[in-house]
């Protein structure tokens, strides 16, 4: 089994900064595309940035020159740096990958961390 663990949530002022990371415990099989979405009170969960495992990115339009994803290959780590944030930011944040087992790819949630933005 593969497990993501998200970490780096909380409260921040609007116009403050917040990393979020994402740790995947596999070290035996291949992680292609990692990705954040997020789930905001009452609406369905949405893609906010994916990497590949080339580092080829992709951010929702909302997030465009505020927030940059990464990953780390020799940790099996992604982050996203999230700067300027603004009250509609607010949600759950999910890490989400793609995760290679013998010829079939498997989609892979964390639990998800709290984002809080407010004054």
């Known amino acids: 089994q593969v497990q993501l663990v998200e970490s780096g949530g909380g409260l921040v002022q609007p116009g403050g900064s917040l990393r979020l990371s994402c740790a995947a415990s596999?070290?035996?099989?291949?992680?292609?595309?990692m990705g954040w979405f997020r789930q905001a009170p009452g609406k369905e969960r949405e893609l906010v940035a994916r990497i590949s495992s080339g580092g080829s990115t992709d951010y929702a339009d909302s997030v465009k020159g505020r927030f940059t994803v990464s990953r780390d290959n020799a940790k099996n780590t992604m982050y996203l740096q999230m700067n300027s944030l603004k009250s509609e930011d607010t949600a759950v944040y999910y890490c989400?990958?793609?995760?290679?087992?013998?010829?079939?790819?498997?989609?892979?949630w964390g639990q998800g961390t709290q984002v809080t933005v407010s004054s």
């Open positions: 596999t070290i035996i099989f291949r992680i292609n595309a």
């Open positions: 989400h990958a793609d995760v290679v087992v013998g010829f079939v790819t498997n989609n892979y």
